[in-house]
């Protein structure tokens, strides 16, 4: 089971330039939550980073940012606009082992096929020194779908992220619903989910 969709890269391949500098704020509420759970100058591992507005947000504040993207148009895109390297990582190519003490992953891993989630959660895992912090966020719902531009989404519900993590050991998992929009400009219901390792 692969863990990247070819329709979803497609699409953040050919908006590449449109997408990255759509002016989109920092999840600054996020960000400071887990920002504030990790040690001065904590090394960070940003994946799926877009336009890089997050990793921005983390390196003015001296984190050891290393910002990656699947799509290698968007991570060019990301490595101009921030002046720093962004490295061309899909989600199934994760292989570091306690590297990290944080993993911040915004509105991306919403992209992964339900049945590929599990190997990466568990890769996360792996990737995080002791005690390290993960974020990430999703599109809340029952069923996996596609929206007008034809990107896949997982839409999980909260009870189900639950119970994914929990295989892996993840501890103090934490789920924060909220409503909001995106890309597409539809209403949302985001899911804000914060573990520990
Ligand atoms: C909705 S955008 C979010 C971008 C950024 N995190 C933000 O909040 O603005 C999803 C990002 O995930 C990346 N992506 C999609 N599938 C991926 C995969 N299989 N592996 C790595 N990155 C992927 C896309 O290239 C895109 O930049």
Known sequence: ?????????????????????RGREPAVLQLDNFLERLPAGASILELGCGGGQDSSYMLERGFDVHPTDGTPEIAAEAARRLNHPVSVLLFEDIDAQAQYHGVFA?????????????AI???IHTALKPSGIFYASFKAGEAEGRDRFDRFYNYPSAEWLTELYAQFGWRRIEITEMT???????PTDWLHVSAEK
């Open 1 to 21: 089971m692969t863990a990247r969709d070819n329709d979803t890269i497609r699409f953040y391949a050919s908006e590449a330039e449109t997408y990255a500098s």
């Open 121 to 123: 959660i568990g890769n």
């Open 180 to 186: 909001g929009s995106g890309y597409d400009n539809e």
């Open 106 to 118: 915004n509105a991306c891993l919403l992209h992964v096929p339900r049945a590929a989630l599990p």
